[in-house]
Nanobody
Framework: QVQLVESGGGLVQPGGSLRLSCAAS????????MGWHRQPPGKQRELVAT???????SYGDSVQGRFTISRDNAKNTLYLQMNSLKPEDTAVYYC?????????WGQGTQVTVSS
């Protein structure tokens, strides 16, 4: 059974930083691409960043240059380092993967950027 558990969200001031983590179980973590998505209040879920099994990364335009996705295969953990946070980054952040044609999501972690 695939399980993804996010942590690290919270309240941060504009310009601040947070690091999100996603602990994966039930999968051979190193064998799958992983991603971070977010859902701002009242809006649709959007892609934030992805990382392949080989470590290649891609980012949404709104976070390029501020966010960094990484993975530690030894710890079965995905990370999202978020710097220079803006109020518009406020959202529930989800990690995800695709296995056997099915999408798997964590429960999400709330990030609120506000002074």
């Amino acid at each position: 059974q695939v399980q993804l558990v996010e942590s690290g969200g919270g309240l941060v001031q504009p310009g601040g930083s947070l690091r999100l983590s996603c602990a994966a179980s039930g999968i051979i973590f190193s064998g799958y691409a992983m991603g971070w998505h977010r859902q701002p209040p009242g809006k649709q879920r959007e892609l934030v960043a992805t990382i392949t099994t080989g470590g290649s990364t891609s980012y949404g335009d709104s976070v390029q240059g501020r966010f960094t996705i990484s993975r530690d295969n030894a710890k079965n953990t995905l990370y999202l380092q978020m710097n220079s946070l803006k109020p518009e980054d406020t959202a529930v952040y989800y990690c995800s993967t695709v296995m056997g044609g099915a999408n798997y999501w964590g429960q999400g972690t709330q990030v609120t950027v506000s002074s």
